[in-house]
C-alpha cells in the first residue's frame, strides 16, 4: 500500500458546517437566531424548536445576512408564533357539558345517543353519537359546518365591497397558515378561526380577497386589504398574540 493511500485510511470527516448564534432586530423585535455557513447556494429559513435558522453560503456579510431576515421579517414572526402556539395549545376533552370557544363567544356540546350526525341549536353543538363514536372528530365536523357557513356570509360581504362576486370558498387545516388564495380554486380559510373573535377571522377574509386583486404583499396589495379591512395592522398583530387560545381537538 503507498502512502497516499495509507493516509486515505486516516482522512478525517468533513468540518461540520459553522454555527453561530446572532441576533437580529425585526420592528422592535429582537430575535435570535442561528446562523449556519455550509455549501448553501442561496440564503435557506427554517422555524424548529431551537427556532429561526438561517442557512448562509460561504462569503455573505452578517449585514447582508441580516438584511434577508428583515426582508422576510413578516413571514419568521409569524411563524415563530405559529410554532409557539401550537406548543402550547391547551388540549380540549369533547364530552357532554364541553365549552368551546366560538367567534368570541362560548357554545356547549351536548351528547346524545344517536347516528353519529351533528345539529347546531343555536350556541349549542348537539352531537347524536353511536356508543363507540370518536366525539373529537364529530365536534370538528360541527365546527367546520359552522366555520364554512359564517366564513361565506364574511366574503360574501368583503367581495361586494371590493365590487367583485365572491369566489369559491374552502376550508383548510392546514397547521401553518390562516388562509390561501388561488385564481383558479378560489380562497380557503382555516377553519380554526372559528375558535377566535369574528374581527380576526374578516381580517384573514379581506387579506386573501386581496390577493385577487394583488398576488403578492406590495404596498398595492395592503392598500386593497386597507380598502375592505382598515384597522388590518392590528389585526395581524392580534392574531399572532391570540393564537393560543385555539384549541387542540
Not at 8 to 26: D, E, M, S, W, Y
Not at 47 to 54: A, K, N, S, Y
Not at 82 to 99: F, M, N, P, W
Amino acid at each position: 500500500m503507498s502512502l497516499a493511500e495509507q493516509l486515505l485510511l486516516f482522512r478525517l470527516p468533513p468540518a461540520p458546517p459553522a454555527v453561530k448564534t446572532r441576533h437580529v432586530q425585526i420592528g422592535g423585535r429582537v430575535v435570535p437566531y442561528e446562523l449556519r455557513r455550509g455549501k448553501h447556494r442561496r440564503l435557506t429559513l427554517s422555524i424548529d424548536e431551537r427556532g429561526l435558522r438561517v442557512g448562509v453560503p460561504p462569503r455573505l456579510t452578517f449585514a447582508e445576512v441580516e438584511a434577508f431576515v428583515r426582508t422576510h421579517g413578516d413571514w419568521v414572526l409569524a411563524k415563530l408564533d405559529e410554532y409557539a402556539a401550537q406548543h402550547t395549545r391547551r388540549h380540549l376533552r369533547i364530552c357532554d357539558g364541553a365549552r368551546l370557544p366560538v367567534l368570541g363567544g362560548e357554545a356547549v356540546v351536548r351528547v346524545v345517543t344517536g347516528a353519529n350526525r351533528v345539529l347546531w341549536q343555536g350556541d349549542e353543538l348537539l352531537l347524536a353519537a353511536r356508543p363507540d363514536a370518536d366525539l373529537d372528530a364529530l365536534a370538528q365536523r360541527g365546527l367546520q359546518r359552522r366555520a364554512l357557513e359564517h366564513f361565506a356570509i364574511r366574503l360574501g360581504h368583503f367581495a361586494t365591497l371590493l365590487d367583485r362576486p365572491p369566489p369559491p370558498l374552502g376550508l383548510s387545516s392546514a397547521r401553518g397558515r390562516w388562509g390561501s388564495c388561488s385564481t383558479a380554486t378560489g380562497i380557503r380559510i382555516n377553519w380554526r378561526l372559528i375558535h377566535l373573535p369574528p374581527h380576526l377571522g374578516d381580517y384573514v377574509v379581506a387579506h386573501e380577497l386581496a390577493h385577487l386583486v394583488e398576488m403578492n404583499h406590495s404596498p398595492r396589495f395592503w392598500r386593497v386589504v386597507g380598502r375592505m379591512y382598515p384597522d388590518w395592522h392590528a389585526a395581524r398583530a392580534e392574531l399572532r398574540q391570540r393564537a393560543t387560545e385555539i384549541p387542540i381537538l
